[in-house]
C-alpha cells in the first residue's frame, strides 16, 4: 500500500530503532524494543498516528547556537507489542532501518524476552543483541 511505503520511507529517515534499558529482578538489566519518530511536521506526525495509532507529543523547544528559538517538534513512541506490530508492517519497504528491524523482531522471538527473570546465558544474549543493534546503527 502506498501509505505503508511512506511511513517506511518516513521512518527510513526519521525513526529510531532501539532496546532500552529497564531494571532487571536478577540481572542488572533487562531489554524491551522501542520505537520512535520525531520530526517539526505535524501534519506527517498525523499522518503516522492515524496509520499505526498511539499519541504524537509536543518536544521541548530550544534555542540554536545563534539564539533563534527552534521550530516546534513533535514525537511518537512505542514498545511491545505495539512496536512489534510497526515493524511487521513497516519491514516489507524499509530500506535503511530494515537490517535493525530483522535484528529487533529476532531479539522479540526469544522465548525470555518480557520476562524479569534471566539466566547469565540469556542476559549476554540480550547484551549481544543489543550491541548488533548499536553496530547496525554506526553502519547506516
Known sequence: ELNLAWCAGFFDGEGCIHLAKRRAVQWPW???VELSINNTSKCAMTRWVDTFGGKCYILKVGFGINGHKKKQAYGWSACGQRAVRVLRQLLPA???????????????ELSWRGKRKRTGEQY????????????LKRVA
Do not use: G, M, W
Open 30 to 32: 533487562s531489554f524491551h
Open 124 to 135: 549476554n544474549i540480550d547484551c549481544n543483541f543489543n550491541a548488533t543493534l548499536k553496530r
Open 94 to 108: 524499509l530500506l535503511v532501518k530494515r537490517p535493525e528491524a530483522e535484528i529487533a523482531l529476532q531479539y522479540c
